[in-house]
C-alpha cells in the first residue's frame, strides 16, 4: 500500500530548525529503482492547481547525521530529482517514480522537497528527511558509480579539455550553460553554492593554465569569455537572500562569493546556518506586533498585573504587552463615558519595565463598572454629540500617554458597531486628524468586531488608520479537545476555519473569507490588519465556541487558575500557522492574561505557553 503524505504550500508547523519526518510513511533502500513516493500538496487547505508547468522536486543529501542532525556536504552524497508532467496524478496529488540514484548509500536522506515552475524556480519548498536503509540484495551489482550533479559537471569539464581545438569554444558554451543551470538549482543553499564556487574557481585556473599552454584561444577570446563566465557566476547567486543584509539593502552583499568570505566558523557558522534555515528557507512571514493582551481597571475585585507573574511569563515567551483600559458608563445609552485614573497605566508601565516587557499599544474599552461586562456592539449613545466631544478628548489624552512612554499603537476604540456606522465616519475623520495633528508619528488602529470587519460600510474607517483593527474568533471545530489532544485534533483541520465563510455571522450576503477580507483591506485602503484580539477559552470546547459551557471554577489565586491549555495552545498553532501567514498581518494582540481567556499560570504546566514561545520567542512568526 502506498501512503500519501500531505503538505500544504501555507506551510505546517514545525519546530525551529526541524524538517518533516516522512519516515512513517516512506522511506528508501540501496539499489532500490522505480520507488513510488506520493504527495498531496494543498494550498491553504484545498488541493494544489497545478498551472504555470508545476512539476514536484526532490533534492538534497544522503549520509550521515552532523552535530546538527542534518545531512550536508561533509557527511552524505548529493541527490537530485526533478518529475515531469506525468508524475501528476489528479486531486494535487502527485507519484514520483524516484530511481536508484536517489538511494546511493545507507543512512538518512536529509533535503527539500517542493514545486518549481517550467522555468525551473523553485515555487515553494519543505525541509524533510527519511531514512535510506541497506540491505537490498542487488546491491552488489557491478553498475557504474553514482555521479553528484556537480561530479558530473565536472567530468563534462575534463571531457571539454581533451576535446579537439576545432570545437573548443561551442564546447566551453555547453559547458557554462550547465554550470548556471547547476548555480540555479543550488539557489538559496548556501554550503552547497559554496562549495560548488570553489570547486569551479579551480577549475577554471585549470583551465586557465591549460590554454595559455595549448594555445586553444587567443587570450583576448580568453579574457572575454572568462568575464563572461564570471558575470553569469554572479548573475546566477544574486538572487540568494541573505538573512542578516537583505537583498536590496544598501549593505547587501553583491554576490553569495563575497557573504561567505565574510562567514564566520565554527560555532557561529552553525548558529547561522540554522539561522538561515529558520529565517529563508522556511519560509514564513513574520510579524511586526506580537502581544498578549493585560486587563487594566480599578475595579477592586481585580487583580493587578505584577513583574513577577503576569509580565514575568510574558517576558519568557518573548511577547509584549497590549493594555486594554477600561473605561465606564452606566448602561449601553450613557454619552459621558469616564476614564479611571491614569495611576492604573503608570503601574504596569513600571512593573512590565521591571520585567523587561514592552508595550505595544493602549486600547480603551467601554464597560460597566470599569469592567468588561458591555456588550459594546449595542452601545448607542443618547447623546450623539456630546459623546464624541468627549471621545475624541479622551483620545487625545491617551495619544498623550502613548507618545510619553513610547507605546506605539493607540486602538481608537472595540467593538463599538454603531460608532462605525457609515454616517460617523466625519467624525472619525476630525478625530484622526486632531491625534496626528499633535502627535504624527503615533500608529491607529481600531478593534473591530466581526460584523463590523466584514462589513463594508463599517470597513470605511480603515482610510482613517495605518491599521485595520479584528477581533476574530472563529469557531475551529466542534470537537471537545482531550487531555494531551489525545482525540488527535489537527492543525490542518483547525486552520481551515480561516479560509471559510459565514454569512450569517459576518455580515448579511458576505461571502468572504478571513484571508479574503484581510486582502481586502490591504488592496482597497492599503492597510495592513492588525489582529486586536484572538484567544480560545482552556476549556473541552473553546475551539467550538466563544464562550465555554463549561467554564472552570475561578481559583482564590489567579496564579493557580488551571485549565485545558490545550485549547489555546491548538488555537495559536491553527493562527500562527494559518492566518498569520497572509502577508497583509501585521500584528496581534492574544486575549489574554486573565480569566476565563488565561493560558498560563505559575504551576509552569502550560503547553500553550510552550507553544507561544516556541513561535514569538523563537521567531518563528
Not at 519548498?125 to 540491505?135: A, D, E, K, L, P
Not at 563534462?156 to 558554451?173: C, H, R, V
Not at 549593505?251 to 565554527?266: E, F, L, Q, S
Not at 472563529?474 to 487531555?483: F, H, I, W
Request: proline content about 4%.
Amino acid at each position: 500500500m502506498i501512503s500519501t503524505i500531505t503538505l500544504d504550500t501555507y506551510k505546517q508547523q514545525i519546530g525551529s530548525g526541524d524538517a518533516f519526518n516522512l519516515s512513517d510513511s516512506f522511506n528508501g533502500r540501496v539499489g532500490d529503482e522505480q520507488v513510488p513516493l506520493v504527495v498531496q500538496f494543498k494550498e491553504r487547505g484545498l488541493a494544489q492547481q497545478f498551472q504555470d508547468g508545476l512539476v514536484p522536486f526532490l533534492s538534497g543529501f544522503v549520509g550521515s547525521l552532523d552535530e546538527n542532525d542534518q545531512v550536508t556536504t561533509e557527511t552524505g552524497e548529493a541527490v537530485s530529482y526533478v518529475g515531469t508532467s506525468d508524475d501528476i496524478v489528479g486531486l494535487g496529488r502527485v507519484k514520483m517514480n524516484l530511481p536508484g540514484t536517489m538511494f546511493p548509500q545507507e543512512g538518512y536522506f536529509y533535503g527539500f522537497l517542493g514545486l518549481q515552475n517550467a522555468d525551473g524556480k523553485r515555487v515553494t519548498t519543505f525541509n524533510i528527511w527519511f531514512h535510506v536503509y541497506n540491505g537490498n540484495p542487488d546491491m552488489f551489482v557491478n553498475k557504474a558509480p553514482f555521479r553528484t550533479e556537480l561530479q558530473k559537471v565536472i567530468d563534462s569539464f575534463n571531457d571539454l579539455l581533451a576535446s579537439s581545438k576545432g570545437t573548443f569554444s561551442a564546447s566551453m558554451n555547453d559547458w557554462k550553460q550547465q554550470v548556471t543551470a547547476l548555480l540555479t538549482d543550488l539557489n538559496g543553499d548556501y554550503a552547497k553554492v559554496q562549495a560548488t564556487v570553489n570547486l569551479i574557481q579551480q577549475q577554471l585556473t585549470t583551465l586557465e593554465t591549460q590554454i595559455k599552454g595549448d594555445g586553444l584561444m587567443t587570450q583576448n577570446d580568453l579574457t572575454s569569455a572568462m568575464q563572461t563566465l564570471h558575470q553569469q557566476f554572479n548573475d546566477s547567486l544574486k538572487e540568494v537572500v541573505d538573512a542578516r543584509q537583505p537583498a536590496g539593502a544598501a549593505n547587501a552583499y553583491p554576490t553569495i562569493g563575497d557573504r561567505m568570505d565574510d562567514m564566520p566558523t565554527g560555532k557561529e557558522f552553525n548558529d547561522l546556518k540554522n539561522n538561515l534555515q529558520n529565517l529563508v528557507l522556511s519560509d514564513r512571514h513574520r510579524l511586526t506586533y506580537r502581544s498578549v493582551s493585560v486587563g487594566l481597571t480599578p475595579h477592586a475585585g481585580v487583580r493587578q498585573p505584577t513583574a513577577d507573574f503576569e509580565f514575568k511569563h510574558l517576558a519568557n515567551m518573548g511577547a509584549s504587552a497590549t493594555f486594554v483600559v477600561m473605561l465606564n458608563v452606566n448602561d449601553k445609552n450613557d454619552s459621558n463615558v469616564q476614564m479611571p485614573d491614569d495611576t492604573i497605566i503608570s503601574k504596569a508601565i513600571s512593573e512590565s519595565t521591571a520585567a523587561g516587557v514592552s508595550v505595544t499599544m493602549l486600547k480603551p474599552h467601554i464597560g460597566v463598572s470599569f469592567m468588561d461586562w458591555l456588550d459594546r456592539s449595542t452601545y448607542e449613545p443618547r447623546d450623539w454629540d456630546a459623546f464624541w466631544v468627549n471621545w475624541q478628548n479622551i483620545m487625545l489624552h491617551y495619544a498623550g500617554i502613548c507618545d510619553a512612554n513610547r507605546i506605539p499603537i493607540l486602538c481608537l476604540g472595540c467593538e463599538q458597531y454603531n460608532c462605525t456606522d457609515a454616517s460617523m465616519m466625519q467624525k472619525w475623520g476630525t478625530l484622526t486628524a486632531a491625534i496626528r495633528s499633535k502627535y504624527p508619528n503615533l500608529k491607529l488602529t481600531y478593534a473591530a468586531v466581526g460584523d463590523e470587519y466584514f462589513n463594508e460600510q463599517h470597513a470605511q474607517i480603515a482610510q482613517y488608520l495605518d491599521f485595520m483593527g479584528a477581533n476574530f474568533y472563529p469557531s475551529y471545530t466542534y470537537k471537545l479537545v482531550q487531555p494531551g489532544n489525545a482525540g488527535g485534533i489537527s492543525i490542518d483541520e483547525l486552520a481551515r476555519a480561516f479560509y471559510t465563510a459565514n454569512p450569517g455571522k459576518l455580515g448579511a450576503g458576505n461571502t468572504r473569507t478571513y484571508h479574503e477580507m484581510v486582502d481586502f483591506y490591504q488592496e482597497k485602503y492599503n492597510v495592513p490588519t492588525f489582529v486586536t484580539e484572538i484567544g480560545a477559552m482552556p476549556t473541552d470546547d473553546g475551539l467550538a465556541h466563544l464562550l465555554s459551557d463549561n467554564e472552570p471554577a475561578v481559583a482564590s489565586d489567579p496564579t493557580q487558575q488551571t485549565g485545558r491549555f490545550e485549547t489555546p495552545a491548538l488555537a495559536m498553532e491553527a493562527f500562527f500557522n494559518g492566518l498569520a501567514q497572509n502577508p497583509n498581518i501585521i500584528g496581534f494582540a492574544w486575549w489574554s492574561v486573565g480569566y476565563p481567556f488565561h493560558f498560563f499560570n505559575a504551576l509552569g504546566d502550560s503547553v500553550a505557553e510552550d507553544v507561544m514561545q516556541k513561535y514569538v520567542k523563537g521567531g518563528l512568526v
